[in-house]
Nanobody, 122 residues
């Protein structure tokens, strides 16, 4: 399973960015797709996630709720993170992740994509 993240960049405070993540490879189902972020020297922190069925609402970190929206295209195995009203404290490397069932009988395992850098200047 490969996860390819894209969309990072340098923006000013108040502007927007849209991150994308595409899953590829051989697998049975993707259960959860989401994003974490990490500032160098700090632990990776949760940002947002969404489930395969959409039966539950997406989950957001308190720090981004109301500004970020995660969306998922289940048929294409992709998800996007629309980030509006960005703040300097949102600057980090953003990592896409997914919990994936490789076969119908296996439990889901966690997979990470490479990071994409988001820098928000004040």
């Amino acid at each position: 399973v490969q996860l390819q993240a894209s969309g990072g960049g340098l923006v000013q405070a108040g502007e927007s960015l849209r991150l994308s993540c595409v899953a590829s490879g051989s697998f049975f189902a993707i259960e959860v797709m989401g994003w974490n972020r990490q500032v160098p020297g700090n632990q990776r922190e949760f940002v947002a996630s969404t489930t395969r069925t959409g039966a539950t609402d997406p989950v957001y970190a308190d720090s981004v709720r109301g500004r970020f929206i995660i969306a998922r295209d289940r048929a294409k195995h992709t998800n996007s993170l629309q980030m509006d009203n960005l703040k300097p404290e949102d600057s980090a490397v953003y990592y896409c992740y997914a919990t994936v069932r490789l076969t119908p009988r296996e439990s889901a395992t966690l997979h990470w994509g490479q990071g994409t850098l988001v820098t928000v200047s004040s």
